[in-house]
């Protein structure tokens, strides 16, 4: 069964410096999502592509956070500074229509910035 | 602005109890609702979609109702074991004209099912 990959699982860095996570969706999907969960709650969407394009960045930080999805596939979401109140799971999600059908979870990166 | 509230936000039962997990939702503009399972340290696994046209959605031990008109969602799970121990979240899935529809979570149900 086709799943949503994401590396690396597990990043532990320092605040100030500079984090990338990488995350590869189930084939053919053109919708992919970026959420960040906090510890306790429910995971808050940071960024949702359509093929290449951003749909939705509206509460991506956008002074330290970025992301890209180039040719429409794979796509990148780096922090630069990271700070403390970054430590979190970063989920990567991908669907193959944006109305009718699922999103689809990766295992996640659980960033810990100290 | 939507805002999704799950209660309790913890739960412990002993193994065959039946159990339900409540949801409640402040805007009933919604497309569909989604209940996921997280395992402690792991993604989310989609367990149930109601669109907003049916009342509720059943797979095996689960099943899932759906009342927008008062703002509400159960999971009913049966005869519990202790593999259902997990977290469960329920999202609304609101309709952007130019987006999509776009997941809005709660906080989660930490459920244990004690042997």
């Known amino acids: 069964e086709a799943e949503v990959a994401q590396s690396p699982r597990y990043k532990i860095t320092e605040k100030s410096q500079a984090v990338a996570f990488w995350c590869d969706p189930i084939?053919?999907?053109?919708?992919l999502y970026w959420y960040r969960q906090i510890l306790g709650q429910g995971p808050e969407l940071l960024v949702q592509?359509?093929?290449?394009?951003?749909?939705?960045d509206s509460q991506l930080p956008k002074d330290r956070f970025s992301a890209e999805r180039l040719k429409g596939v794979d796509s990148t979401l780096k922090i630069q500074p990271a700070e403390l109140g970054d430590s979190a799971m970063y989920l990567c999600?991908?669907?193959?229509?944006?109305?009718?059908?699922?999103?689809?979870f990766g295992p996640g990166t659980r960033l810990t910035v100290l | 602005k939507q805002e999704v509230t799950q209660i309790p936000a913890a739960l412990s039962v002993p193994e065959g109890e039946n159990l339900v997990l409540n949801c409640s939702f402040t805007?009933?503009?919604?497309?569909?609702l989604q209940w996921f399972r997280q395992d402690p340290g792991k993604g989310l696994t989609s367990l149930l979609l109601?669109?907003?046209?049916?009342r509720e959605q059943t797979s095996g031990r689960l099943n899932a109702s759906l009342d927008k008109s008062s703002g509400r969602s159960t999971l009913y799970i049966a005869a519990s074991q202790p593999g259902d121990s997990a977290t469960y979240l329920c999202a609304v899935i609101k309709g952007i004209y130019n987006q999509g529809g776009k997941l809005i979570f709660g906080q989660g149900t930490e459920l244990s099912v004690k042997p």
């Open positions: 109601i669109q907003s046209s049916q």
């Open positions: 805007d009933s503009a919604i497309y569909n």
């Open positions: 084939s053919g999907h053109a919708t």
């Open positions: 999600a991908s669907s193959l229509d944006v109305w009718r059908d699922t999103q689809y």
């Open positions: 592509f359509q093929d290449e394009s951003v749909v939705d």
